[in-house]
């Protein structure tokens, strides 16, 4: 009886853990970048909070020495700035 208690306890544990997070993305700035994180949950900036998902997967932004945001994207492309 006890086995099958910790069985169900356990089951109960990942079923709970395993659904995927509720949580929209968002971008996630420091002082310099944003990145879009799945599922993040702090604070986002009104800035960044206007400039919708990126425009490619991995893109992310990057505050240049014009105090502007441009979006950068690995391959190094740089997008229009925002």
Same mark, same amino acid.
């Given at each position: 009886m006890?086995k099958?208690?910790?069985?169900?306890?356990?089951?109960?544990f990942?079923?709970?853990?395993?659904?995927?997070?509720?949580?929209?993305?968002?971008?996630?700035c420091?002082?310099?970048?944003?990145?879009?994180?799945e599922g993040y949950?702090?604070?986002?900036?009104?800035?960044?909070?206007?400039?919708?998902?990126?425009?490619?997967?991995?893109?992310?932004?990057v505050?240049?020495?014009?105090k502007?945001?441009?979006? +950068?994207?690995?391959?190094?492309e740089? +997008?229009?700035?925002?």
């Amino acid at each position: 009886m006890r086995k099958l208690s910790l069985l169900a306890l356990a089951a109960l544990f990942l079923a709970v853990n395993s659904h995927p997070s509720l949580a929209e993305p968002a971008w996630k700035c420091g002082k310099k970048r944003c990145f879009w994180v799945e599922g993040y949950k702090g604070h986002v900036p009104d800035f960044a909070a206007q400039w919708g998902p990126p425009s490619k997967p991995g893109c992310y932004y990057v505050l240049r020495r014009s105090k502007q945001w441009h979006e +950068t994207c690995p391959h190094g492309e740089m +997008t229009r700035p925002r």
